[in-house]
């Protein structure tokens, strides 16, 4: 009766150390795990008489929902946010069947996720921590914020509306006292956090989503309009995303669309049209087109400095000789 933790090992293919972390889950989930000694080795068993009944069970693509789900924050890796979501799967996998706990972790063989360019937010748990109390308990915090323009980080008062997670990166979202303005706050630039003995109330005309709906990324302001032309090529690409609520999409004899956003900040929609190179045409704003011709061009300038610094001299004496 009952298995040692090399048994359990060998039957569930994990390591060591996550059957007694299932064993940690379990007992605090309220199975009534119990071990005993035989012979000098440790045997681990539910106590006699005990039935385990799943009061929960789960389809093939609620499992996989389950597991999409833990992929998604990744990038939180290392915060509170994340461990706390691994904590919950382990629970949920405590009230499956075996079998059903077995696929759960089986999962990463069949399917995969991945993110791009995420932050690292290991060095930020205990202001995570702190933000999230604030925000539940609507109380004001106290936070030092470096922005990127900025060598040292500004003290700043907040009421702290929203934790806002976006394009793989988590922002505070609430009222500014220095600023006495609605802010967004990167959480991986601010270097701490403390929660202040005073609360306060979220506005009445605090409308998030229609916050939301004026960001191109993250800023978020008087909307824009945005028009921009894609190139036959790029026009399927295009098509098949939702780039932001606002977006209307025209067809063009030739193939190619014409995009129209409502957005609040250009830099934004700048850095996002240099990735498509030529295949993308601003058509208005004036100001976005200027700006994104300056880009190209600065950009052009530098990589052709680069190229010619990069060439042996007699490389460049041999170009310069074929103008002459």
Same mark, same amino acid.
């Given at each position: 009766m009952g298995r040692t933790l090399s048994q359990l090992t060998h039957e569930l293919g994990v390591?060591?150390?996550?059957?007694?972390?299932?064993?940690?889950v379990l007992s605090e989930a309220g199975f009534p795990i119990t071990s005993e000694m035989r012979n000098g080795t440790v045997f681990w068993h539910l106590i006699e008489g005990f039935r385990a009944?799943?009061?929960?069970?789960f389809t093939l693509t609620e499992q996989m929902a389950l597991y @999409?789900?833990?992929?998604?924050?990744?990038?939180?890796?290392? =915060?509170?946010?994340?461990?706390?979501?691994?904590?919950?799967?382990?629970?949920?996998?405590?009230?499956?069947?075996?079998?059903? @706990?077995?696929?759960?972790?089986?999962?990463?063989?069949?399917?995969?996720?991945?993110?791009?360019?995420?932050?690292?937010? =290991? !060095? =930020?748990?205990?202001?995570?921590?702190?933000?999230?109390?604030?925000? @539940?308990?609507?109380?004001?915090?106290r936070i030092f914020h470096r922005s990127p323009q900025r060598e040292k980080a500004i003290e700043r008062e907040v009421n702290p509306y929203k934790l806002w997670y976006v394009n793989n990166g988590l922002y505070l979202v609430g009222h500014d006292h220095r600023e006495d303005d609605l802010r967004t706050f990167a959480v991986d630039r601010i270097q701490s956090a403390?929660?202040?003995?005073?609360?306060?109330?979220?506005?009445?005309? @605090?409308?998030?989503e229609e916050f939301q709906k004026t960001a191109f990324n993250v800023i978020w302001g008087e909307p824009q309009e945005v028009k921009i032309r894609?190139? #036959?090529?790029?026009? #399927?690409?295009?098509?098949?995303?939702?780039? !932001?609520?606002?977006?209307?999409?025209e067809t063009e004899q030739d193939g190619s669309i014409i995009l129209t956003l409502h957005v609040a900040d250009l830099d934004e929609a700048k850095r996002w049209l240099i990735g498509f190179g030529a295949e993308?045409?601003?058509?208005? #704003?004036?100001?976005?087109?200027?700006v994104v011709a300056l880009e190209v061009n600065r950009l052009a300038r530098v990589q052709s400095s680069l190229a010619w610094a990069g060439r042996s001299h007699d490389e460049q004496l041999g170009f310069l000789g074929a103008f002459l």
């Open positions: 390591t060591k150390r996550t059957v007694q972390r299932d064993i940690e009944e799943a009061p929960i069970s @999409f789900s833990k992929g998604l924050f990744k990038p939180l890796q290392g =915060s509170p946010i994340y461990e706390s979501l691994e904590s919950a799967m382990q629970k949920i996998g405590s009230q499956l069947p075996a079998q059903s @706990f077995k696929f759960l972790r089986g999962l990463g063989q069949g399917i995969a996720i991945s993110s791009f360019g995420w932050k690292d937010y =290991s !060095h =930020s748990k205990e202001v995570i921590d702190t933000l999230t109390r604030a925000v @539940f308990n609507k109380f004001t915090v403390k929660l202040t003995n005073r609360r306060f109330e979220i506005p009445p005309d @605090f409308n998030f894609f190139s #036959p090529s790029q026009a #399927p690409y295009i098509r098949e995303r939702t780039w !932001h609520p606002s977006q209307k999409i993308a045409e601003v058509l208005q #704003p004036r100001e976005l087109r200027d």
